[in-house]
């Protein structure tokens, strides 16, 4: 095959592709989910939004992100170029770097993510949100910029950002992600420090910090589950009281003991916190010699928690 014929036929595919991509984007932009999701994205980005307007510039603080980026570079423009803007310029080589990484349907829902941030700082360029106190204002603004962002980043949506820089970053030179966010914030917070003061820096790393928890509390809600895993030579007992006193399924793994060589069986189940409690009692007392270990889980979709029909997916 010819060069000249090579190039036409990789663009037939490419387009192929293309019109399928958008296809499946197409079918989920009509769908009730995803309408849902740009109601909930846009009540958030104008609370974002309002935060920026309202407490991170009138206390001078930076925000974590391409936001943070563009507080910094803010300062340095003209006072009548607007902030949503700038935000949209820091997004397009953004998205140009990431249109290959990514599926066409996860870049249009962030391009309008983009587009109604934009808007939204726009329109709430006027409101200001009267906390004095810099502590609080950040603990406030974190707690409400937060839980928001968390919203809809749970129902699938994206405002572009470093998410789509940090994915292509990581694929094309194997850094950690949270490195090149850890980066670009530690850039962010001691520029704060330099412009202004180390004071309003430190404000800034509290807004930031407060921000991350609240947005993982938004994203997997404040109801904590945990998942156990038991050890135990009766574990058909253990098992039964589980099933039959918490009401809770179980899942039974083969190990191996380091120690013992012996072959066993261990439960694994995922509770509810106040469940925790009863749960090592009934342990305890069918098995004083067992081993538990709780680890903390986030986010739990399957019978006796959320359904699939809950987070939107249909059947």
Known sequence: MSAQAVIPFFFIIFMAKLREEFKEFQNAFFSVKYFWMLIVMTFSCFVFSSVVNGILIPHHFFSGGITGLALLFYDYLPAF???????????????????????????????IGVLIYTLSLELTEGVRISINDP?????????????????YLNLGGSVGGLDILGIVIKKRYEIPIGSVFNMVNFFVIFSNAFLFDLETSLYTGIFMYVFSWSMHKGQTGFSQRKSILIISD????????????????????????????????????????????RLKEYVFKADPNAFISVQDTGD??????????????KK
Request: net charge positive; no cysteine.
């Open 234 to 277: 009766k574990t058909d007992e253990i098992a039964e009281r589980v099933l039959k006193k918490l009401d809770r399924g179980f899942t039974y793994f083969y190990a191996s003991g380091g120690y013992s060589k012996r072959e066993k069986r261990v439960i694994y189940t995922v509770i509810n916190l106040i469940e925790l409690g």
């Open 135 to 151: 502590m609080l204002a950040a603990i406030f603004g974190g707690v409400l910029a937060g839980v928001s962002t968390g919203f």
């Open 81 to 111: 170029f607007p902030f949503g803007i700038l935000i949209a310029l820091l997004n397009i080589p953004i998205f140009i770097l990431g249109f290959k990484e990514f599926s066409l349907k996860f870049i249009l829902t962030s391009i």
């Open 300 to 313: 739990v979709i399957g019978k006796r928690f959320l359904t699939w029909e809950d987070q939107g997916f």
